[in-house]
Each structure stands twice: as structure tokens, then as C-alpha cells.
């Protein structure tokens, strides 16, 4: 089965501080893709990130960047010059290689509330 | 403008009764997945669609079931043997094996 694990349920800075969330993740496959996805208080997922489990380069977007490491089973999402509309939660996913009748599973972490401060 | 589109935003039932949510895509993506979401629990899947007239059941779906006779459309009816059904329900779609997921808004239940 696979798991995916964000420790830090709610992390609280001040405008402009560097923060990086975790995610920790467990699968038997080879094979398989990382997602980081953004909730805010609207309720709707917004896709972040996509990474691939053969491709450990680091990613940076903008303010944002990722550090996958396949050894430590770990894809970290940093937001450089925190601001307050970063607020929100922060979801870690995984999609495994195991095709069911056509299905993937997709499997979230129990997310990551980020609280901004002016 | 295509997307997911869940209804209601709001739904209240009473105990007891069985009760669906509509989730329907334009995007012409294969699969679509609904999950559940508790405070402090994450999203947890409850049932998943790769084609139609075909699903499989997630981590909890007891309580449960799913229909998906087309495409575009996988409503989920929360039924009266779901002992907890309160919650924030999500849908969500995607085009192919190991692509993003795209959500809908989704649907706050409250059992009254």
C-alpha cells in the first residue's frame, strides 16, 4: 500500500520568512509521480507540481521550489519570501505505477496549514 | 470555460437518508476519483473510475457507492449505513495515468 505522510499539520510565520513543508512518502513501486497541491480557503485544489520518481532534479518556480530526494523517500516544497497569500493548505500526493483495470490510485498526505502573518 | 463542476455547495440531510453528489467534467478526462476531507485527516479516496461503467472502491468506502454509465459524470451517493457522514466531499478528474488531477469546488454535507 502506499502512503504518503506530512508530519507538520499547521506551521505559522511572519511575512517574508522562508518556510519548506514536508512530505514523506512510502511505495513498493518504482515507478511512480509526486504531486504538490495548494488549498485555499475557497476549498478547491490547485495543482502545484508534478515530479516524476526517475527525475530527481530539483525545481524551482518563481518563489517556490522543490527538493525530491529518493533516498530519503522525501519531496520538500519551499516558499522563499513567504506572503500572505500563500496561506492556505498544502497537500503532498502520490500517484503509484499499479494500474488497476485502468485505474490509478491517487493518495494524499494529511496536508499542511500554512498561516502567513503580516 | 471546462472544468469540474460539483453541486450542491451545500447540503444538509437527515439521518437516515440516502443522499447523491454531482460531479460532472467537460474536460474529457478517462478517470475521476472522489475523496473525502476531515479536519486533520487529509483527503482520503473513497471510490476511483478509469472508464465507463467501471470503478473501484479507495481506502473507506463503506457507506458508499458510485455509478459512472458516462464519461463526463460520477455522482456519489452517501448512503444511510455511512455512520459519519459530515464532511467536505472533493471530485476530481484526470486526463491519463500519472497526470495531475484537476478538483472541483466541492460539497459540504452535514447530517442534521
Known amino acids: 500500500a502506499q502512503k504518503v505522510t506530512q508530519a507538520q499539520t499547521e506551521i505559522s510565520v511572519v511575512e517574508k520568512e522562508d518556510v519548506t513543508l514536508d512530505c514523506v512518502y512510502e511505495t513498493r513501486d518504482t515507478t511512480y509521480y509526486l504531486f504538490w497541491y495548494k488549498q485555499p480557503p475557497s476549498g478547491e485544489l490547485v495543482f502545484l507540481i508534478r515530479?516524476?520518481?526517475?527525475?530527481?532534479q530539483n525545481e524551482i518556480s518563481g518563489r517556490y521550489s522543490w527538493n525530491f530526494q529518493k533516498s530519503t523517500s522525501s519531496f520538500n516544497f519551499t516558499i522563499t519570501a513567504s506572503q500572505v497569500v500563500d496561506s492556505a493548505v498544502y497537500f503532498c500526493?502520490?500517484?503509484?505505477?499499479?494500474?488497476?483495470?485502468?485505474?490509478?490510485?491517487?493518495?494524499f498526505g494529511q496536508g499542511t496549514r500554512l498561516t502567513i502573518n503580516p | 470555460d471546462g472544468g469540474i463542476t460539483q453541486s450542491p455547495k451545500y447540503l444538509f440531510r437527515k439521518e437516515g437518508q440516502n443522499v447523491t453528489l454531482s460531479c460532472e467534467q467537460n474536460?474529457?478526462?478517462?478517470?475521476m476519483y472522489w475523496y473525502r476531507q476531515d479536519p486533520g485527516q487529509g483527503l482520503r479516496l473513497i471510490y476511483y473510475s478509469q472508464i465507463v461503467n467501471d470503478f473501484q472502491k479507495g481506502d473507506i468506502a463503506e457507506g458508499y457507492s458510485v455509478s459512472r454509465e458516462k464519461k463526463e459524470s460520477f455522482p456519489l451517493t452517501v448512503t444511510s449505513a455511512q455512520k459519519n457522514p459530515t464532511a467536505f466531499y472533493l471530485c476530481a478528474s484526470r486526463r491519463g495515468l500519472g497526470l495531475e488531477a484537476f478538483f472541483g469546488q466541492g460539497t459540504r454535507l452535514t447530517v442534521v
Open positions: 474536460l474529457n478526462h478517462d478517470a
Open positions: 515530479r516524476n520518481s526517475f527525475d530527481e
Open positions: 500526493a502520490l500517484t503509484p505505477l499499479e494500474v488497476i483495470q485502468g485505474a490509478q490510485k491517487l493518495v
